[in-house]
């Protein structure tokens, strides 16, 4: 088998926050909301797109949130993207590692954990394995 890519990532969010997602994903950061396939349509949850972003929010009947594991999304602007998300009463956390990666983190309306790098930073994955 050869992986050949990352199509979408799927978070939680409880029952009910259907509303919160969409001001937060679609109004805050901008994405697009995509209608679900009629047979998931159900299910509830929403799903949302933008440049290089597939993301899938699910309903979890027990919901809690991602504290630790976390999606990293870049952005252009990443002090724009701090003030914004602090002006909109976003909770904020600063990292202590120095890597070398402008970053922070972030939470949701539901509290998982979110990640935006600059989007000069994309990739430092590849690069901290490189040495």
């Not at 890519?5 to 509303?19: A, C, F, R, Y």
């Not at 909770?91 to 120095?98: H, L, P, Q, S």
Request: aromatic letters at 8%.
């Amino acid at each position: 088998m050869k992986v050949s890519g990352l199509d979408h990532v799927q978070i939680s969010m409880p029952e009910g926050g259907e509303g919160s997602a969409r001001a937060f994903y679609g109004g805050l950061l901008g994405l697009d909301e995509v209608a679900k396939p009629q047979p998931l349509a159900g299910r509830g949850g929403c799903w949302f797109s933008g440049p290089g972003i597939d993301l899938h929010l699910g309903i979890e009947s027990e919901f809690r949130p991602a504290r630790r594991a976390h999606m990293a999304i870049t952005v252009a602007d990443l002090a724009a993207a701090r003030r914004d998300l602090g002006a909109a009463g976003v909770n904020i956390a600063t990292d202590d590692a120095e890597i070398g990666v402008e970053r922070f983190y972030a939470d949701d309306p539901f509290g998982n954990r979110l990640e935006f790098v600059a989007e000069a930073d994309r990739g430092f994955t590849r690069r901290f394995s490189r040495g």
